[in-house]
């Protein structure tokens, strides 16, 4: 199953720096382990905001509920998830 995921990260002032900054080395090194597995095959920058849109492919509702509850950042993060499929009109094979 394809989801388009929309993450805003608002990290508040009240979180150390040095905390801040292991959260989002923990974060970098699960979404590359999710990429490396093909369960995060798409992940793009929002230009000039900390946020990103990305495309997960994984087998259920639940399975996306529980890697983004396990992402080191989702406590300060705004998430929308979008279901998606195949265009009828594209000419790429699923």
């Given at each position: 199953m394809l989801f388009m995921?929309?993450?805003?990260?608002?990290?508040?002032?009240?979180?150390?720096?040095?905390?801040?900054?292991?959260?989002k080395r923990e974060e970098k090194a699960f979404s590359q382990k999710l990429q490396r597995e093909g369960k995060w095959p798409h992940i793009w920058r929002v230009v000039g905001q900390y946020a990103n849109v990305s495309i997960f492919d994984v087998a259920s509702n639940d399975e996306l509920h529980t890697?983004?509850?396990?992402?080191?950042?989702?406590?300060?993060?705004?998430?929308?998830?979008?279901?998606?499929?195949?265009h009828p009109?594209?000419?790429a094979a699923d």
């Open positions: 995921v929309e993450m805003l990260v608002q990290i508040p002032d009240s979180v150390a720096p040095e905390t801040a900054e292991q959260l890697l983004l509850g396990g992402l080191p950042l989702f406590p300060y993060m705004k998430i929308s998830v979008t279901p998606l499929t195949q009109s594209a000419i």
